[in-house]
């Protein structure tokens, strides 16, 4: 058999360089121009040298890390944890935070500008609140170490886990109950069942979730059912379960305590008082203090619309919480709420029925399927507000877009999804009326939007 000659493929041989980072971009890392392309490089400031070392490229641009830090700048901010080395929960911890906030605000621009041709002005607000102690829910991942719990969060680009007894994003409280809950998991017969906690600090009593791979002794529940009515702790379990008719396996949330009356989230300020009672397992805006904020700007925003009979639209709403804020503002409007998840659907209903709201209602649909012949959407409505996923609302803004609401209110945590459904919105006949940016999650990359739309006359 012939054997043919093949000339070897050349290996790329990746070598270190230096580089001065000249600008931040949207995920707060630093930005050079080096060798003819644009690089991305986390944990350098504007002005800073450095060596890094190339890690991918493509076309014009490239990503790198950092060897060496050759000159710092005078504005890097130096760490206030033991672990932020390795740490994934905080990669900018090394920004001020008012630089961090600026260059995110510049990089929003750009892109709007860059993907759906719109000129931002300068924000109309920038909200920011403390950068530590902010965080009133996490979800905190499990290793077994030497037979022994440990409880802590995914290292950078790693599944590695940086074990904490403590962490400087957290509230207070949860970092007083931490410890205990490691110690409580720990004393437990069925430990190496415990897939990962969540802790989540209600404006009540806190609460503590345990994922499970497979059900606890009821002498271990007994144990966790002691540790919550003693602490005064809410404690649920999420376990899988046989479905009734198919067998299949569906995860279900199961709560120990009798202490569920305590568990709950306080309306904002102004208007109708309420509560929202929910379980550890459901969706809650982390920051308490920039999720007020939020609430509040969205109701100013509403509330310049002209007097008359109101119907308000509330997608993505989770447990209400936009849809309670516009409610317990204006006993008169009609507000509808609209979620995927039934459970969350289900307690929201409840709340609004707990709370006398007479002029709520939520409803149950996919809004990424059909779901245009449901009697709601059939509607019309003087303002929607939409709070959707990192996935952004791609088929519902361009219902909207059929609909024709007179003012739109779209938060948003993903300003590329954003700047995408904004782009459909501007077509269709709204232009922007304002926008701001709130630092929900200080340290981090994330940015949470506010725009508001209004039809064009």
């Known amino acids: ?80 944890c033991a672990v932020s080395a390795s740490c994934g929960g905080c990669p900018l911890i090394h920004l001020p935070q008012q630089l961090a906030m600026d260059a995110k605000v510049k990089a929003v621009r750009r892109l709007f500008y860059k993907n759906c041709a719109l000129n931002l002005d300068e924000p109309d607000f920038v909200e920011m609140g403390a950068a530590t102690h902010y965080r009133r829910a996490c979800r905190l991942s499990v290793r077994l170490n030497h037979g022994k719990v440990e409880l802590g969060f995914r290292e950078r680009s790693s599944h590695e886990l940086t074990a904490v007894s403590a962490c400087a994003a957290l509230s207070s409280r949860l970092n007083l109950l931490l410890p205990e809950v490691t110690a409580q998991i720990n004393a437990l017969e069925g430990k190496r069942k415990v897939g990962h906690v969540e802790l989540v600090d209600s404006d009540g009593i806190p609460g503590l979730l345990l994922r499970l791979t497979s059900p606890l002794t009821p002498a271990d529940e007994s144990k966790l059912c002691a540790f919550g009515q003693a602490r005064q702790v809410l404690v649920s379990l999420v376990e899988a379960q046989p479905h009734p ?41 982390v920051n308490k203090e920039i999720n007020e904020r939020l609430q509040s700007r969205v109701v100013q925003q509403i509330q310049q619309l002209p007097a008359g009979e109101q119907r308000f639209l509330d997608l993505f709403c989770g447990l209400g919480n936009f849809a309670f804020a516009l409610a317990a503002q204006d006993a008169g409007a009609q507000v509808t709420g609209v979620e ?118």
């Not at 890690?55 to 890390?65: C, Y």
Request: hydrophobic share 45%; net charge positive.
């Open 340 to 457: 995927v998840v039934p459970g969350m659907v289900a307690e929201a209903r409840d709340n609004a029925a707990r709370n006398g709201f007479a002029n709520l209602e939520f409803v149950q649909a996919d809004l990424e399927e059909s779901f245009e012949a449901q009697l709601w959407a059939k509607r019309q409505y003087t303002a929607v507000v939409l709070d959707p996923g990192r996935q952004g609302a791609k088929r519902a803004v361009q219902f909207l877009a059929e609909l024709k609401s007179p003012l739109i209110v779209m938060i948003s945590c993903n300003p590329l999804a954003a700047a995408r459904d904004s782009a459909t919105l501007l077509r269709s006949g709204y232009r922007l009326k304002a926008w701001g940016a709130l630092d929900m999650f200080p340290r981090t990359s994330h940015l949470e939007l506010m725009l508001t739309f209004a039809r064009q006359e």
């Open 1 to 80: 058999m012939a054997v043919f000659y093949q000339e070897k493929k050349k290996r790329t041989v990746l070598k270190p360089f230096e580089i001065t980072a000249e600008d931040l971009d949207l995920q707060g890392r630093g930005v050079a121009k080096a060798m003819g392309r644009t690089w991305f490089i986390p944990g350098v400031l504007p002005g800073e040298q450095a060596k890094v070392m190339p890690e991918g490229s493509r076309d014009l641009t490239g990503t790198a890390r950092v060897i060496k830090l050759l000159k710092a700048s005078d504005k890097r901010q130096l760490p206030d």
């Open 245 to 285: 008719l198919t067998d299949a396996e569906v995860l279900s949330e199961r709560v120990l305590t009798d202490n569920a009356g305590e568990f709950f989230l306080q309306g904002a300020d102004g208007g109708k008082p309420y509560r929202l009672w929910f379980k550890p397992s459901a969706f809650v805006q």
